[in-house]
């Protein structure tokens, strides 16, 4: 974005969040919505990432945790439907693998570069050994 | 210009008095002042009020005052205050207190030779409005004294200074206020 | 709907019973406040108006100045008209927000009751506080009176308010002096100062739901710089003209003349002084009875503090051959700040005037007439010899041995 004089603004230290007017913002999808240049919006963060996390609905339980908990409003849900993630906007902190309940993980990280389909098969199985996992946790 | 020092304790209520005269002495077209000397005092505390009136705009702020007139609502103040500080020859002193004029200057040597006034406005307020609250009182007897407006219109326009109070006790104060305006000496 | 509060054409009030009566009668939307001595009155009798249904608005007590000065804030960007007041040590906790609400460009009105600031602790008046304000970015107006007091409230929200301005305003007045000093006000009706004022024009607030925004958004080095000089740029180019049409129109409204710089006795002045607050119409006082006497004396008052009005200061003195600076607050190791001002208003002019400055009232100390006498034969003294004949920094009304400096 061209950065403008100190006549080119408006007063005020103050952003507009969409360009002109809105109205029922709240049933308008994301990504349909007009946001305004200086909206983090229209910002991908994507090459923060050195990990990301990949999402296999075999597994998934529309629990929608991933969703509640993700700082970042990254991931995109319809009707309680996990879809997948908004890669424009993940950062790859990794909180919505560590908050999927399912056994297996329904969200895993994975290197920036793997590409989807060598993760999904390399997806590990359902881990029977409970106690394993706490005392390696702990 | 006319100008007034109250000597009183706070909590006894010299500010609305200075206060209530002021706004009786603006219905009469005049300019009018009226202030306090404040620090952080408990009630109790010795403290000054004062008025300036006058037919000009008053554009003197200072605080220092030569009065005209100097009103003492609590008695110990003629012993403990400095009552008759910057005062000039023809300063006129409205004391409260139970003595006679003559007994008052006995008993305070610097009054002497000054012109001295003397009523108990402590006692005509327990006796009226219930309370040692002499602030009205003393406008009474300054009315009195000063012949500075007919009591008829001064206790009308009390009256409407004191409204938010019951009318038992703007009753008592108008009793009082007359009493102070008998009895002064 | 707010009962019509009926006053008589003059009132009998203090400075603060003023204030309280201004907001009242500008329908303010929100005052969130905590109160200090000398400004209490203000915000006491508004919650009492507001309890006896004067009012429509909220009144919110908050947990301090920081805390009131930032509801105001919220309020303000969220749209509504807002005003609160201070003094002192509330006002120094107050000033970092002071400093969001001017940069985000909110409209506020702030009665600023001028308290001196301790240690040691003290409830009197000087300008401490005001002084501590100017870098603030905020509209600064001074009352003389409590009939100022009132008649700036109403002319501050206009002007506060304006889009051309968008920026807050304090009014100050003299605590005690002033706040607690009662003297006759004239009045306007509740519908009259209600239509002086005008209603409230929302501009980028946060209740229009159909423009979201946010409010106080962070900048670093990459846009801070471009910020500040807009604010600058409104500061010193929209605020007196805005100011000087609201005197415009509050004089033809109530026949009360303002200006952005009082001058009294200044036609054919030798010597004046300048100078704020109620030392302003003493030294009015005191220029009449020196007239008397034949000295030229004159008054020069700062009506508008901030934006400070370099031109017109300099023009209401250029022709006098000496001038006291008089700053009620402590300068703390250089010249008072109106000394500083005035040399900045005058440098570079053709004036051939000497300039002297005194410290006087610090934490209430009197400034008496004859104190001001003295002034003015310091400067009778300076425009015969034509040069100082005293330090340039003197104290005044100071008890111990004579202090000065340079």
């Known amino acids: 974005m061209e950065k403008k004089g100190w006549d080119g603004f408006e007063i005020g230290a103050m952003l507009r969040s969409f360009e002109g007017a809105v109205s029922g913002i709240a049933t308008i999808l994301p990504e349909d919505r007009p946001y305004s240049a200086s909206s983090s919006f229209t910002a991908s963060v994507a090459d923060w990432r050195i990990q990301k996390p990949l999402f296999n609905k075999d597994y998934c339980i529309d629990c929608q945790f991933c969703w509640v908990y993700c700082p970042d409003l990254s991931i995109i849900s319809r009707d309680k439907k996990m879809v997948g993630i908004d890669f424009d906007h993940c950062k790859g902190c990794g909180i919505c693998v560590q908050v999927c309940p399912t056994n297996p993980k329904s969200l895993l990280m994975f290197p920036e570069q793997i590409e989807e389909e060598v993760a999904l098969a390399e997806w590990p199985t359902k881990n029977t050994s409970k106690a394993t996992t706490e005392a390696k946790e702990e | 210009m006319l100008e007034i020092r109250w000597h009183s304790r706070a909590g006894q209520g010299a500010v609305t008095g200075a206060k209530g005269l002021a706004d009786v002495v603006s219905t009469t077209g005049k300019h009018v002042q009226a202030f306090a000397f404040y620090g952080s005092a408990k009630r109790g ?10 037919d000009k705009v008053i554009l003197n702020h200072e605080k220092f005052m030569s009065p005209d007139y100097v009103l003492v609502i609590d008695p110990a103040l003629v012993y403990v205050a400095d009552i008759t500080a910057n005062e000039k020859e023809n300063t006129t002193y409205i004391i409260t207190t139970h003595l006679s004029t003559e007994e008052l200057i006995a008993s305070q040597p610097k009054l002497a030779g000054k012109k001295v006034y003397t009523v108990d406005c402590i006692k005509i307020s327990q006796e009226t409005i219930g309370k040692a609250i002499p602030n009205t009182p003393m406008l009474g007897a300054l009315m009195k004294v000063s012949g500075m407006y007919d009591m008829e219109f001064f206790k009308e326009n009390m009256a409407r200074v004191l409204k938010k109070l019951p009318q038992k006790i703007i009753d008592a104060n108008m009793i009082a206020i007359q009493r102070a305006y008998d009895e002064v000496k | 709907m707010a009962d019509t509060f009926e006053l008589r054409d003059i009132e009998v009030w203090d400075g603060n019973m003023a204030a309280s009566h201004a907001l009242r009668q500008a329908q303010v939307d929100v005052v969130a406040a905590y109160p200090i001595t000398p400004s209490t009155p203000i915000v006491e009798n508004y919650a009492n108006f507001k ?33 609160t007041a201070t003094s002192s040590q509330g006002f120094a906790l107050m000033v970092e927000t002071l400093y969001s609400a001017s940069g985000m460009r909110i409209p506020i009105v702030l009665n600023v009751v001028n308290r001196a600031i301790g240690a040691p602790l003290n409830v009197n008046g000087d300008h401490s506080d005001m002084y501590m304000g100017r870098d603030s970015g905020w509209i600064q107006i001074d009352c003389y009176n409590p009939q100022n007091v009132y008649d700036m ?63 106080g958004v962070q900048t670093e080095e990459d846009w801070h710089f471009e910020h500040k000089a807009r604010q600058q740029h409104a500061l010193m180019t929209a605020v007196i003209p805005k100011i000087q049409a609201a005197f415009d129109d509050f004089e033809k409204l109530t026949g009360r003349k303002y200006n952005i710089v009082e001058t009294y006795n200044m036609d054919d002045a030798e010597v004046a002084v300048v100078c704020m607050g109620t030392s302003v119409e003493t030294a009015e006082e005191v220029s009449n009875e020196l007239r008397a006497q034949g000295i030229k004396a004159g008054v020069v008052g700062i009506r508008v503090f901030r934006p400070f009005p370099l031109e017109q200061i300099a023009a209401a003195l250029k022709d006098v051959k000496a001038i006291a600076a008089l700053d009620r607050s402590s300068p703390h190791g250089t010249v008072g700040a109106l000394f500083n001002e005035l040399s900045g208003a005058l440098f570079n002019t053709d004036t051939k005037a000497v300039m002297t400055n005194y410290i006087y009232g610090l934490g209430g100390r009197d400034l008496t007439k004859a104190h001001l006498v003295e002034i003015y034969n310091d400067l009778k003294a300076n425009a015969d010899a034509g040069k100082p004949t005293t330090p340039l920094q003197q104290y005044i009304g100071l008890r111990g041995p004579k202090l000065s400096f340079f």
């Open chain 2, 45 to 54: 505390a010795a403290m000054t009020a004062y008025n300036r009136i006058d």
């Open chain 3, 153 to 215: 409230n109403l002319i501050a929200f206009r002007v506060s308010e304006d889009h051309d301005v968008r920026l807050p305003a304090m009014v100050h007045q003299d605590g005690f002096m002033t706040s607690h000093t009662a003297q006759g006000v004239k009045t306007l009706s509740d519908e009259v100062a209600y239509n002086f004022v005008g209603e409230y024009k929302p501009m980028n607030d946060m209740l229009d739901l159909d423009h979201p925004v946010t409010h």
């Open chain 3, 51 to 83: 309890a006896n249904g004067y009012i429509d608005g909220e009144f919110v007590m908050t947990e301090s100045e920081h805390g009131a000065m930032s509801c105001c804030i919220g309020a303000a960007a969220a749209g509504g008209r807002v005003a």
